[in-house]
């Protein structure tokens, strides 16, 4: 039986690599795709050398050409920390805009069903808790924050459009925070912020008062709802996150417990549009999918302190 060719963008970064590996475990060829600005060749360094993994140094923002039957196309290329899309708004657009574009035309090309990495930022800072797939959001578009939301809500536009004019066969993931070992250090996200901050005895900064919250849900539950999505035949945006909901605070105190560390929480500026709440409303991933994350946060926080512990230093 021939296996199924899977192109995915952003194949290096944090997700994009952690899918690689379960794409590979569930027996599929990868091509994946990374022009490594935010992704690391590190995080696939392990595959390289499988006779069904090949990489391409590639900025999809450019024409996509692939040679042969693909089956699968999964676009998970974006700057998707803050730190990185306050840098590069416009790199930010531009994959959220011409790379959805192009690849949506490779999938249209090979006949192939296509992915979205969506995020729950399309809610922007909500006024519904939880969010449901139904909610429009609360986005404002011309904010410092707007290059990655808009980015995704055009994204999520034109894969629609792709769907109801040349019926393409689409899935849209509404990926809520996520973590696990590879993330970047200097990622500029809560959890390695705390992690590199505890485990060097740093001050662990919080912003706004800490009581913001947040639903953090570890990268193996993710990439397994990733992957009954792309089996499943649901076109309309899905929600997939932890639907459990800690403040900042709360995740500051239990990486310090966890890392036995001496860092004392220190309080900053809440930086601007930075959403209160974030908690995903599952029901429908349930019912879709039969689908729900298992790995309660101390157990993932483990296991992503074990990772950055002889890593913190490469970084």
Request: glycine letters at 6%; charged letters at 25%.
């Amino acid at each position: 039986m021939r296996k199924k060719t899977v192109v995915i963008t952003g194949g290096a970064g944090f997700i994009g690599s952690h899918l690689c590996d379960k794409l590979i475990q569930e027996g599929h060829r990868v091509i994946c795709l990374d022009n490594l600005s935010t992704g690391r060749i590190e995080n696939i360094k392990h595959l390289l050398k499988d006779k069904n993994f090949r990489f391409k140094k590639f900025n999809v923002t450019k024409y996509i050409a692939i040679k042969g039957k693909v089956d699968y196309v999964l676009h998970f290329a974006s700057l998707a920390s803050p730190e990185d899309y306050l840098k590069f708004p416009i790199q930010t657009l531009k994959v959220g805009s011409l790379g959805t574009h192009n690849t949506l035309g490779l999938t249209k090309e090979k006949k192939a069903v296509f992915m979205l990495a969506s995020t729950s930022e399309v809610y922007g800072d909500p006024l519904e808790h939880p969010q449901q797939e139904s909610y429009w959001g609360n986005v404002n578009p011309v904010g410092v924050r707007g290059c990655y939301d808009e980015g995704k809500r055009f994204a999520e536009a034109i894969t629609m459009a792709y769907h109801r004019v040349h019926h393409l066969d689409t899935r849209i993931a509404r990926i809520f925070n996520t973590y696990g070992p590879r993330m970047r250090i200097n990622d500029g996200r809560a959890i390695p912020n705390f992690i590199y901050q505890a485990i060097t005895h740093k001050p662990i900064t919080a912003y706004g008062s800490g009581r913001q919250t947040r639903s953090f849900c570890y990268i193996s539950d993710l990439t397994d709802g990733i992957y009954k999505l792309i089996l499943s035949s649901f076109n309309d945006p899905l929600n997939l996150g932890n639907p459990h909901e800690f403040t900042i605070l709360e995740l500051a105190k239990q990486i310090l417990a966890l890392t036995a560390s001496k860092s004392k929480i220190i309080f900053k500026a809440l930086p601007q549009d930075d959403p209160r709440q974030r908690q995903p409303d599952i029901s429908k991933a349930k019912k879709v999918l039969n689908w729900q994350p298992h790995i309660e946060l101390e157990e993932g926080l483990k296991k992503t302190v074990e990772w950055f512990r002889p890593n913190f230093y490469s970084h």
